[in-house]
T-cell receptor, first 113, second 108 residues
Framework: DAGITQSPRHKVTETGTPVTLRCHQT?????MYWYRQDPGHGLRLIHY???????DKGEVSDGYSVSRSKTEDFLLTLESATSSQTSVYFC????????????FGDGTRLSIL | GQQLNQSPQSMFIQEGEDVSMNCTSS?????WLWYKQDPGEGPVLLIA?????ELTSNGRLTAQFGITRKDSFLNISASIPSDVGIYFC????????FGAGTRLTVKP
C-alpha cells in the first residue's frame, strides 16, 4: 500500500461531541487530502493541505477543520459532530510533481448517533 | 462541485465476459485515473492516463484517455470473480473530480 494509515478505523459517537480523525503517511509527500464518501455522492473533498501549516477548503468543508503541524500527519476535526456527518472518511496523499495520482488510505467509518 | 458522469451505475455479468464502463465530463482534464474499491477498503489506483488519445493496459484492464480530454473508458477482459468491486473514474486538472462509481458483480 501507499504508506497511509488512518485512525481510528471505526468510531461511534454522539451528536455534539468533538471528533478527531488522524491520517499518517510515511511517503514524505507534500499534498494530503480528506474526503468523505456517501452513497449517491461518491468522494467529495473536505479539506486539503499543500504543506505544513498550509491548508485550504474543499467543496464540503462546513463543520470541519484541519491541522497539519508536521509533514506526516493531517488531522480532521469535527468540532461538534452532527448526524449528517455520519460517513466514511478517506485520507489521500499525492506526490509533489504535477499530475501524479492520489493514493488513498483504508478509511474511517464514523457513525454519529 | 460538478462530479463526473460515470456509467453504468452497476453491472451484473457472467465470469469470462468482457466489461466496459466510461466517464464523461463537461470540463477538460489533464489526467484521467481509474480506481477500484473493495468493501471496507480505500480506492486503489488501477491505471493513470496522461495524454489525450493515450491507450494503456494493465493486465486484463485497458483504459483510454479521450481525444477531447473530456472522457475516458475502462475495459476489463475475461472477467473473474475477484474483479467484483466498485470502479471509480477521476479527472485531474486544477482539482480532482470523481465519478459516482460502477458496481461490478461477477457471477461464477
Amino acid at each position: 500500500d501507499a504508506g497511509i494509515t488512518q485512525s481510528p478505523r471505526h468510531k461511534v459517537t454522539e451528536t455534539g461531541t468533538p471528533v478527531t480523525l488522524r491520517c499518517h503517511q510515511t511517503e514524505n509527500h507534500r499534498y494530503m487530502y480528506w474526503y468523505r464518501q456517501d452513497p449517491g455522492h461518491g468522494l467529495r473533498l473536505i479539506h486539503y493541505s499543500y504543506g505544513v501549516k498550509d491548508t485550504d477548503k474543499g467543496e464540503v468543508s462546513d463543520g470541519y477543520s484541519v491541522s497539519r503541524s508536521k509533514t506526516e500527519d493531517f488531522l480532521l476535526t469535527l468540532e461538534s459532530a452532527t448526524s449528517s456527518q455520519t460517513s466514511v472518511y478517506f485520507c489521500a496523499i499525492r506526490g509533489d510533481r504535477a499530475g501524479q495520482p492520489q493514493h488513498f488510505g483504508d478509511g474511517t467509518r464514523l457513525s454519529i448517533l | 462541485g460538478q462530479q463526473l458522469n460515470q456509467s453504468p451505475q452497476s453491472m451484473f455479468i457472467q465470469e469470462g465476459e468482457d466489461v466496459s464502463m466510461n466517464c464523461t465530463s463537461s470540463s477538460i482534464f489533464n489526467t484521467w485515473l481509474w480506481y477500484k474499491q473493495d468493501p471496507g477498503e480505500g480506492p486503489v489506483l488501477l491505471i493513470a492516463l496522461y495524454k489525450a488519445g493515450e491507450l494503456t493496459s494493465n493486465g486484463r484492464l485497458t483504459a483510454q484517455f479521450g481525444i477531447t480530454r473530456k472522457d475516458s473508458f475502462l475495459n476489463i477482459s475475461a472477467s473473474i470473480p475477484s474483479d467484483v468491486g466498485i470502479y471509480f473514474c477521476a479527472g485531474q486538472g486544477n482539482d480532482m473530480r470523481f465519478g459516482a462509481g460502477t458496481r461490478l458483480t461477477v457471477k461464477p
